[in-house]
């Protein structure tokens, strides 16, 4: 059979190891901590650091297709394994996705409305943006945040900015322009080698504590709020030769248009609901992109809310079980520290 190589250990590994090993194939994870979601599902495991040239030999070597979990895969290793194995998403995608500034830079490129931003590299950087957006913004570290990390919000001209730069670490900044939206939208698209699309219908999500909470399908949006949704997915799937599951969020204001948030080149949190709700889940599409297989049709049967279960979340799992129609997927981790995603369940409705 087949082996297919996923860099990160996990849980959007594990369900994609898990998705390949109903397709048959095998699964290799390059992961340097050993004790990983994934590494409970997947053929094998190299230990090893992500950027470790040792441990991307023996991945390419074991490998016919590669492919990633997150998108702080070092674009280097991405693109030197690329050299000796096919690696989808195309490293390019990691690069547009990994800094905020590039991201939204790539965005408008694309024709696709994002916030109004400033870069920051200095305090004096974000006075001079912020009396530009009127004491209002997001400012958010342009590497490495999630789950709302590294991010600072700027209600007023009345909120104390002084040391953020350095709170947030002296490192580069965004400040974005605060948007007013009235809901969040992602769509989750697929691309194949051969250029077909695939998009599963938007979701609706709500966060809190800057995790997400609950992704609801369907979501509260006009068909043509929707249809902007599914273009932006082509339009930037075609501009990266794209082959693989994206997630793409997006802030929709009150006339219903719609505004770019980020993109995540990889299966995402907020389409975790397709395991229920479509016969082919974002887990297999791309498994099937990413290893040549024709698409699978993004359909929904059902409505339905994904419910992530985060730290002690985790001790409502007897209830969830009881109730009926509901999927309930854990990731196998044993510690339920705060803010950790420990599973989660998908209500049909
Ligand atoms: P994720 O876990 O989705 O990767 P993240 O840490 O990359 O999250 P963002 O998605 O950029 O962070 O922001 C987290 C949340 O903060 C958004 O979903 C939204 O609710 C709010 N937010 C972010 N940027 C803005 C903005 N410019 N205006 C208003 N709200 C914002
Ligand atoms: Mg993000
Ligand atoms: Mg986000």
Known sequence: ????????????????????????????ILEPQADCPA?????????????DPA?????????????YEFENVPVEAAERLATEVPVYPPPRALEMAQDRLTEKRFLSDCGIQTARYHAIDSQADLEAALTDFGGQGVLKTRRLGYDGKGQRVFRS???????????????????????????EISIIAARSADGMVACYD?????????????????????????QAARSAAEKLLAALDYVGVIGIEFFVLADGSLIANEMAPRVHNSGHWTEAACVVSQFEQHIRAVSGLPLGNPARHSDC?????????????????????????????TEARPGRKMGHVTQLL
Do not use: C
């Open 202 to 226: 938007p979701a609706e999500n709500v966060h809190r504590a800057g995790i997400l909470h609950t992704s609801t399908l369907p979501a509260k949006l006009s068909s043509d709020a929707a």
């Open 305 to 333: 809310v994904m419910q992530n279960l985060i730290g002690d979340d985790i001790l409502s799992v007897p209830d969830w079980l009881k109730r009926d129609n509901v999927l309930v997927h854990l990731y196998g981790k």
């Open 1 to 28: 059979a087949k082996t297919i190589g996923i860099i990160g250990g996990g849980q959007l590994g594990r369900m994609l190891a898990m998705a390949a090993a109903r397709l048959g194939f095998r699964t290799v």
């Open 39 to 51: 590494a409970q599902v997947a053929d094998r495991q190299i230990v090893a650091a992500y950027d």
């Open 55 to 67: 441990g991307l030999a023996k991945l390419a070597a074991a490998s016919d297709v590669v492919t």
């Open 157 to 183: 001209v009345d909120d104390n900015s002084a040391d953020s730069y350095a709170d947030l670490g002296s490192v580069p900044l965004i400040l974005e322009s605060f948007i007013p939206f009235v809901r």
